[in-house]
């Protein structure tokens, strides 16, 4: 069950953090306010949780009224805020009544808008709504997502992967990039002339990222360079220079390949989290367009009007007009 906090809350418990993360330098403060705007936007929040009743494993810790605030709500709080904080977040025992003396606000600020009957109002009741019908898909989308990341989920997806990859080559190469093809063939000419490829990056290239490494752009696969760059990086021999001007989006390119080699397969724990996330992705999509092809579904315009059915002549018009070709009218009788 999640345990919600109001924003407001956690923005005040957040500042504490920032100062005890600063104070056992952990983070700069700075970096540990950036985490804590991010908690007070996006963190579970806080409330009461589903056994109310004390034990010695969870004790009450506080009450406002007849509201007890059980050690339970004070760990999910703090597990909200080290969910976005990361390691710049401070120990728990060392916030423990900074969190209590939060919840303890909150639970006031609960029962103040209660007694003033705020939580009767409409607009009160839709985002209450509106909340609840959030935390339900969650929790049926963390249902269907059960059991993926398992090894025995992730490791056929994984042999895949490197069958996929068994016979793909990488290149390692150095270009040059400049604005127009005859600067191209000036740098062209002086490396046919013995002219240092390196050199002439650093000093020429308009590629930020590579031109302090006379060009490095290290060893990539064909599909991670756009497709005129990488056909002409991957036809080349180790050693050779594109004699000719390569034209890209991002201008004018000179290529040398330093290397190649077969790709290289990441190990399975290396590749679990990417192979973990696209599973997932697949899963929402099934499990959503499963759900469609059952669903009664019905669509109207946005004036609540059903749309209305198409004549074939008028279907067959707006798909001649879009390019997608019309379906041959039966013969007239």
Not at 295 to 300: D, K, P, S
């Amino acid at each position: 069950m999640r345990y919600v906090v109001p924003a407001v809350v956690l923005a005040v418990v957040a500042g504490g953090v920032g100062y005890w993360v600063a104070k056992d330098q952990i983070a700069p403060a700075a970096q540990a306010e950036n985490a804590a705007a991010a908690v007070a936007q996006t963190a579970p929040a806080a409330g009461p949780a589903a056994d109310r009743t004390p034990s010695a494993s969870n004790p009450k810790v506080a009450s406002v009224g007849n509201d007890v605030i059980l050690k339970s709500d004070v760990d999910q709080l703090y597990n909200a805020i080290k969910q976005r904080a990361g390691e710049r977040a401070p120990e728990q025992d060392k916030i423990f009544w900074m969190l209590v003396d939060q919840i303890i606000s909150s639970r006031l600020i609960i029962q103040a808008a209660t007694a003033d009957k705020l939580d009767q109002s409409a607009e009160v009741q839709n985002s209450i709504k509106m909340a609840s019908e959030q935390i339900l898909q969650e929790a049926y989308i963390q249902s269907a997502l059960k059991g993926l990341d398992s090894d025995a989920s992730l490791k056929p997806r994984y042999d895949q992967l490197v069958a996929s990859m068994k016979d793909q080559q990488e290149v390692h190469a150095r270009h040059i990039l400049v604005q127009d093809e005859a600067k191209a063939r000036e740098l062209i000419a002086q490396i046919n002339k013995g002219g240092d490829f390196a050199a002439l990056a650093k000093a020429n290239s308009l590629d930020e990222g590579s031109k302090e490494r006379g060009g490095d752009l290290g060893f990539f696969s064909k599909d991670a360079m756009v497709p005129e760059f990488a056909n002409v990086a991957f036809a080349l021999n180790k050693g050779q220079v594109s004699q000719d001007p390569v034209k890209t989006q991002f201008g004018w390119h000179i290529i040398k390949v330093e290397d190649r080699r077969a790709r290289t397969a990441p190990t399975f724990e290396q590749a679990k989290g990417q192979l973990l996330s696209e599973l997932q992705q697949e899963k929402i999509r099934t499990t959503i367009d499963t759900l469609r092809s059952k669903g009664n579904i019905e669509r109207f315009d946005a004036a609540g009007v059903p749309p209305q059915p198409k004549l074939p002549v008028q279907d067959a018009l707006e798909r001649a007009a879009a390019g997608q070709g019309a379906t041959p009218a039966p013969a007239a009788q």
